[in-house]
């Protein structure tokens, strides 16, 4: 019995003095590995609403994992301001009833936008939201949006920033 222990205490020493040995990993001055890094940071993913705040048009940006088409960006729109954003004041003026919209691209990157609801019904601060929205997603800055629907339409606007 003795000898087992002995044996198991002779084992357990000699790994402690392999560990305690190290890994031979030996110290070294300080390696240079140039300058830190620099330039700018990749952007977020992230979709621009105009909202209405005070009866003004605003635009808040909220972030996304993923890219979004225009017509999945208007649904949010239509949707309205999420619980924080309405905490913040912020409403809007497109029905929910507006969505889905179709979104046709024109020549020299002009949008059109056809809500689900006659153009007419839609306010003018509600137009304003719908065009300023859709310019900001779309590719070719500044887009002109025309809003149509029900054979009403808007004449093609810019966003009045």
């Known amino acids: 019995m003795r000898t087992r222990l002995a044996r ?10 392999v560990a305690v040995a190290g890994c031979g990993v030996r110290p070294s ?9 620099s330039g700018g940071v990749a952007p977020t993913m992230a979709t621009t609403l105009y909202l209405v705040k005070s009866g003004r048009l605003s635009a808040v940006t909220r972030p996304r994992g993923r890219p979004m088409f225009l017509t999945d ?6 949707a ?3 619980v924080m954003e309405r905490a913040d004041g912020f409403t809007t003026d497109v029905p929910p009833e507006a ?4 979104v046709t691209a024109k020549p020299a990157g002009d949008l059109e936008v056809t809500p689900s609801i006659p153009a007419g ?3 003018k601060l509600a137009v304003q939201q719908i065009v300023c929205t859709a310019a900001a997603t779309a590719a070719e800055s500044p887009a002109r949006v025309t809003v149509v629907g029900a054979e009403q339409g808007f004449s093609p606007r810019n966003c009045p920033g």
């Open 8 to 17: 198991r205490m002779l084992a357990a020493g000699l790994a402690s003095l």
């Open 73 to 78: 960006t208007l649904a949010l729109l239509a």
């Open 80 to 82: 309205g301001p999420t």
């Open 29 to 37: 001055d300080v390696v240079r590995a140039g300058d830190p890094p």
């Open 121 to 123: 019904e839609l306010s």
């Open 99 to 102: 969505g889905p919209f179709e």
